[in-house]
């Protein structure tokens, strides 16, 4: 049996460097790395924000951008849950799963709860569904939404260097995605997941 890379990988500009986009991981306040007379070091803590700032959402469903998100803007949908696009990501896929109604983890009520392990593998090998992925790698953070949304994050097949932890700071500084992949990847997992259930909204 004979591998070949996929058109993902075939794209990229292999042995050269990325270069670090100002808007990108450089600028994050919680980048922990600076460049200090030409030395890669740590930065140092900052002193610590209490109260925490507001996540968006935290007011309630009214103040929530993914309550106030029509439905038919989601890859897919059924009853209780959406997934999602993630705008401008720099992977084969990048989608989040997130419960239509107003909820984060520790108040998911308990028939939500029992679907969503189900309702992750589904994700996941729906993202797994669109060419050349190898992995799907499921994060979930919370600290800038009160509304529950898992990650999903395709790892390319081959890309061994993009195993592990640092896949969401790749995703950042790979090359753009085509819009006709991207598409194409987008109603790959719609449709994947409309199989068992629920409705595909991309073309």
């Avoid at 309550?67 to 849950?81: G, M, N, Q, Y």
């Avoid at 309702?119 to 979930?140: I, K, T, Y």
């Avoid at 790979?174 to 595909?200: F, M």
Wanted: net charge negative.
């Amino acid at each position: 049996m004979t591998f070949e890379p996929s058109e993902f990988v075939r794209r990229l500009a292999v042995g050269e460097r990325l270069s670090v986009p100002v808007e990108s991981v450089g600028g994050w306040e919680t980048f922990p790395f600076e460049v200090v007379d030409g030395e890669l070091v740590v930065k140092p803590l900052l002193a610590p924000v209490l109260p925490e700032p507001k996540r968006d959402g935290e007011g309630g469903a009214g103040e929530c951008v993914v309550c106030r998100k029509p439905v038919v803007e989601a890859l897919w949908a059924d009853e209780h849950w959406r997934v999602d696009a993630v705008g401008g990501a720099r992977l084969p896929a990048v989608v989040l799963l997130q419960p239509r109604g107003h909820y984060d983890l520790a108040d998911l009520p308990a028939a939500r709860s029992a679907e969503l392990g189900p309702l992750l593998q589904r994700a996941e090998r729906a993202v797994l569904a669109v060419d050349g992925v190898a992995r799907v790698h499921v994060n979930r953070w919370g600290d800038g939404g009160a509304h529950l949304h898992f990650w999903l994050l395709a790892r390319p097949a081959g890309l061994t260097q993009l195993r592990g932890t640092f896949l969401p700071l790749w995703e950042e500084l790979l090359p753009p995605v085509p819009e006709s992949e991207r598409l194409s990847a987008h109603r790959r997992i719609a449709t994947t997941l409309a199989a068992g259930g629920g409705t595909a909204y991309v073309p």
